[in-house]
Each structure stands twice: as structure tokens, then as C-alpha cells.
């Protein structure tokens, strides 16, 4: 990538400032690191044209890689990471009849040793973000996600009827295949209303093949179903059914509510809640890693003493909020 590239060369012309490397200089001192007839390109030549070229987000990924890295340290959640998004992309690339490993190299990266490396970093980076929304958390917050959003499991059981349709129907085919499902559904209710077993006519009619053997018995959790679902037990009363086929994007369900258990204390579920808030959140705002590793920064007392460097990184922050905070 562009960004390899340009490292290499602060690389290369670090080395030259540093005295590695046989160069000419000019009478001022200045190292020439090309010439040809008519022009002279010095070191400093290079390495402000360098500065303009990205070297703001160079000189931060070059910090970020050695705080991130101070932070966080490479365990095995790290390594299994990085080895499964290296596993991923080879497979993407031989699916696609592409060589992987010429990829890196066109890429910047010397072998698939240096790009898991920076796997583990993007994977010590969302800890890092991680780690700072939780530290953003207020106790409002989590109380209120608390209160909303955890239930007591539900004790149930149902009937699914599914629709008989395929993706070479027609859309009448299909409404009508919709229809009959209903009405199928609409006709167990009614026997349940004549006082047949639950049970039975699940292990007879449902179309769930992992709870109808069982009577359609299933332990619903909050975020475990789809809403329809989740509504349609949590409206019923225990002992109560569905009196309508409760629809979904999988058919009618028919819903019997056994029993709820009691609703776990918030130390419980404490660290599940914070969990789920810290995806929330990370999911909604593009710009919380930006933030966190801005906040790293900070801490680690970070100071650009090139001008036109602290400019152009102070800019690139600035944009990064910006642009992802309008998304």
C-alpha cells in the first residue's frame, strides 16, 4: 500500500540522515540523495515533499504501533484473531483465482508474516476502543440498558407452520402458498380451543425441526428470537396461547408461555449489559477507535514538533471526525 511505500522511504531517509549509507553532500552540508543534469535532490529536499505526501498519517501509524502495542500485549485471542482474517483473505484471494502472495508484495508487505503483524494491530485496536467506550460508560446508561432491555428467560412452547415457497414461484404462488400457512395455522388454534394437547399437535404440525420432537419446548432469552417472537411471549400471560398466528419472516408461529423465571440482578449481568452497550456503541459511531486512540495519544504525552507535520495531523483528526460523524 501507498502508506508501506512512504515508510519505506522515511525509512531509507532516516538511515541517511543518521550517516548509514554513502551519499554526496553539498557545500551547505545538505546529503544529495539524487541528481542528475540540472537538478540536485537533497535529503530535506525529499523529506518535505514526503510530509506533504502523506506524512502525517505515516508519523501516526508509526505512534499508534508503538503505544497500541505498549497497551495492549499480543496473546493468544491476538494471534487466533489475526491467523482467521489471514485465513480468510487467502481464501478470498483463491477463490478469486488470485495469487495472495503477490498481492502482499504489490501491496508493500514483504510475506504474510508483516501483514499478520498488522492484523494483530487492528485486532490491539479495537480492544483499545474497547476498552475507552467502557471507560465512557456512564451508571445511568448501563442502568437504563438494564431496565429495557433484560428480561427473565421465558419457558415456552411452539408451532411453526412455514410457508411452501421457493424462489421460482410467482409472486401469486407465493401469497398464496402465504395464505394457506395461516389457515393452518388458524385451524391448530382452533383445535387447541377444543382442548388438545399443545404438545401433541406441535410434535404433529410444526415445521421447527429442533423443538418439535420435544413439543416445540424452547427457553427464550431477550435478543434470542426474532421480535415478533420475542412480543408475542412476552404479551401472553403463563398458561396462555397465541389466540393469532404470531407471523415472522420464518412463518406463523403459535405460542404457549410455560413460565417466566426472575429477572437477574444487574451486578448479574453486569458485565454481559456493558458488553452489549460497548457493541452498540462502536457499531453506530465510526469515529469512537479515532477518539480512542486520539485519547491514547494524550496520555502518552504526544508532542509534533514540525509545524507543518502537527498542521497536517491536527487536519487529518479534524476530517476523521468530521466525515464519520456525518455518516
Not at 479495537?126 to 428467560?153: M, Q
Not at 404462488?173 to 395461516?182: G, I, L, S, T
Not at 406463523?252 to 448479574?268: A, G, T, V, W
Not at 509545524?307 to 495531523?313: A, M
Amino acid at each position: 500500500m501507498n502508506k508501506k511505500k512512504i515508510f519505506a522511504l522515511v525509512l531509507v531517509l532516516t538511515l541517511m540522515l543518521t550517516g548509514c549509507g554513502k551519499v554526496a553532500t553539498l557545500k551547505n552540508g545538505e546529503e544529495v540523495v539524487a541528481k542528475m543534469d540540472g537538478k540536485k535532490i537533497t535529503a530535506n529536499d525529499l523529506y518535505d515533499e514526503l510530509k506533504k505526501q502523506g506524512g502525517a498519517v505515516t508519523l501516526t501509524n508509526m505512534i499508534d504501533s508503538f503505544i497500541v502495542n505498549k497497551e495492549i500485549k499480543t496473546d493468544d485471542d491476538a494471534e487466533s484473531y489475526a491467523d482467521s482474517q489471514l485465513s480468510s483473505y487467502k481464501q478470498s484471494y483463491k477463490s478469486y483465482g488470485q495469487d495472495f502472495g503477490a498481492a502482499l508484495k504489490s501491496a508493500g508487505y514483504s510475506g504474510e508474516d508483516e501483514f499478520k503483524e498488522e492484523l494483530i494491530l487492528e485486532y490491539k485496536k479495537n480492544v483499545v476502543t474497547e476498552n475507552y467506550v467502557k471507560d465512557e460508560l456512564k451508571d445511568d446508561e448501563i442502568e437504563k440498558y438494564y431496565d429495557d432491555n433484560i428480561y427473565g428467560d421465558i419457558e415456552a412452547r411452539h408451532i411453526l407452520i412455514s410457508p411452501n415457497t421457493d424462489d421460482d414461484m410467482s409472486d401469486e404462488e407465493k401469497e398464496e402458498a402465504e395464505k394457506k400457512a395461516k389457515k393452518e395455522a388458524e385451524d391448530i388454534i382452533k383445535k387447541l380451543d377444543k382442548g388438545e394437547k399443545f404438545a401433541d399437535l406441535a410434535k404433529e404440525y410444526s415445521d421447527d425441526e429442533g423443538t418439535a420432537e420435544d413439543g416445540g419446548k424452547l427457553t427464550v432469552t431477550y435478543g434470542s428470537v426474532v421480535d415478533e417472537f420475542w412480543d408475542g411471549v412476552n404479551e401472553l400471560k403463563d398458561g396462555e396461547y397465541s389466540k393469532k398466528p404470531v407471523k415472522s419472516e420464518y412463518g406463523y408461529h403459535i405460542i404457549y408461555r410455560i413460565k417466566q423465571d426472575k429477572k437477574p440482578s444487574l451486578k448479574e449481568v453486569k458485565d454481559d449489559v456493558i458488553a452489549k452497550l460497548v457493541e452498540e456503541k462502536m457499531s453506530e459511531d465510526s469515529t469512537l477507535q479515532t477518539k480512542a486512540l486520539v485519547a491514547l495519544r494524550k496520555k502518552y504525552n504526544l508532542e509534533i514538533s514540525d509545524d507543518g507535520l502537527k498542521s497536517s495531523y491536527d487536519n487529518t483528526i479534524n476530517s476523521a471526525l468530521s466525515a464519520n460523524s456525518s455518516n
